[in-house]
């Protein structure tokens, strides 16, 4: 009953901010008004997101011990390729014809790792399915 309440009403509030976006004029700039609400409520939904994904399977392990070993397994492996992304990644600052506050050297070196990241488990994602499938035609 307590979880059907929280969805509803984080729905609710994500509804009521939709339509508050879309009928709520704009700025001097053309900017809708409400945008900054928005993307504070995104950040919001991120984190409990965030969160929930990695507390559930943290009490799913301390339930029952033995199927956690490959959820353990599982984020080994991710922090591992995190970690590979991280020292891939090039922290040299661009070059640009205007002066970038963003071109600084431990923005440039989590950027690079966060593309590097996704091209390693786009790649990791590829290769197992191509796999899979050979696998399956030898069986």
């Given at each position: 009953?307590?979880?059907?309440?929280?969805?509803?009403?984080?729905?609710?509030?994500?509804?009521?901010?939709?339509?508050?976006?879309?009928s709520?004029?704009?700025?001097?700039?053309?900017?809708?008004v409400?945008t900054?609400?928005?993307?504070?409520?995104?950040a919001i939904?991120?984190?409990?997101?965030?969160?929930?994904?990695?507390?559930?399977?943290?009490?799913?392990?301390?339930?029952?011990?033995?199927?956690?070993?490959?959820?353990?397994?599982?984020?080994?492996?991710l922090?591992?390729?995190?970690?590979?992304?991280?020292?891939?990644?090039?922290?040299?600052?661009?070059e640009?014809?205007?002066?970038?506050?963003?071109?600084?050297?431990?923005?440039?070196?989590?950027?690079?790792?966060?593309?590097?990241t996704?091209?390693?488990l786009?790649?990791?994602?590829?290769?197992?399915?191509?796999f899979?499938?050979?696998?399956?035609?030898?069986?």
């Amino acid at each position: 009953m307590l979880r059907r309440l929280i969805i509803i009403i984080l729905g609710a509030i994500s509804v009521i901010l939709g339509i508050l976006y879309y009928s709520g004029g704009e700025m001097a700039g053309g900017e809708p008004v409400y945008t900054n609400h928005i993307l504070i409520w995104a950040a919001i939904l991120a984190v409990l997101a965030a969160g929930m994904s990695l507390l559930f399977p943290l009490a799913q392990i301390i339930a029952n011990p033995k199927r956690g070993r490959g959820t353990l397994i599982g984020i080994l492996g991710l922090v591992i390729v995190a970690l590979i992304a991280y020292s891939m990644a090039s922290s040299q600052p661009l070059e640009f014809t205007t002066p970038n506050p963003d071109n600084v050297a431990p923005v440039l070196k989590n950027a690079g790792a966060g593309l590097i990241t996704m091209y390693l488990l786009v790649g990791i994602g590829l290769v197992s399915i191509i796999f899979t499938e050979v696998s399956k035609s030898f069986k």
